[in-house]
């Protein structure tokens, strides 16, 4: 009886070591489920994919032919932790980290943008899809936010990357673009040639976070806050960015320029032959062969120079003290100086060589052939 119980007994193990699976765990992934911190492990059986916990009970089954958890490599990406992206027979779906869908497999494409990970919006926790060719957006819990009818979506970013705030979604049609504004929902119709990131806002004390679109029409462009449902202008042939502190752009009409608001309305005339970015709150502007420095207000702190320039130039920025920032380097009967933001004068107009040294805040001079090292403040 005893032998006929232990060959049963083995019996039982065979078979149930011929039915186990045997998988490779390809991928493990924490995440937070009622305040609860799990482990997920992505395992393969020939080829094909699925989930398990870390018991080795099966959430997925293994039959997909990839599983990609969203941000998965960036431990800052809380937005997306427990999100994964599925694919079988070449469509795509999103799942839950604990094997429950979020979407069917639908699309042709999911494009999962990493910036969204630092954005401070919610709002902007969006994926493109592709379906039939055509480009939409949904969020992470599969909801709709743009419908797949696009040629082409994608997040207005800054020069690094950063998303704009609050989240834009310039999308292309039939060869016009268009824009969606992901807070409050704000759209622009596709019908413009151009629409492109101009600049962002810090929020203060007073005004939240905004940015400031670029748009082109017929050959002429117009600035625009996608929050504002303000009337877009085009008036001008080109628009510059704007300076931080008084929010005034540079604009070209025809062969002259001028200065608009952050509305996008010309607070100085059009009438300069020559003229700088606004920085700080002051220009340099040229009219009738007469270089000036102005503010805001369009007050002269400056004139009667042949020249006026920027000592520091905008590329140099992060390799000098701000406070040299404002400095103006002015020329005077062939003769160069320095004048402050205000227009006094720190150096009299009577070098020959004023060349400033940005690595230690020196100045190299040049008076009737004498050199000096001058330095201010």
Known sequence: MQKYFISFCLLIFFVSVANAQVFEITDSVFYEENKTIKEVRVVKVKDLYGLVNDTGKILLPTQYTSIEFLGKNDSTCKAWHGIAKVEQNGQFGLINANGSGITALIYEEIEFWQNTCQSEDFESKVLKIRQYGKYGLTDSKGNIFIRPSYDRIDLLTDSEGKI??????????????????????????????????????????KTKAFCVLKIKSKGKYAVKNPQDADEIKFDYDQIFTFDSLSQMALVKIKNNFGYINIKGKLEIKAEYSEASLFRNGIAIVKKNNKTLLINAKEKVLASNYENLVFLIETKDFSKSNPKYHELILAKKDGKLGLLDSEGKTIFPCEYEVLDFQIENDTFKSTKNGDQKILRWK
């Open 164 to 205: 704009s705030t609050p989240a834009v979604v310039r999308v292309l049609k039939s060869g016009k673009f268009g824009f969606l504004e992901l807070k409050t929902k704000n759209i622009l119709p596709s019908q413009y040639e151009e629409i492109s990131f101009l600049q962002q806002f810090q929020a203060t004390k």
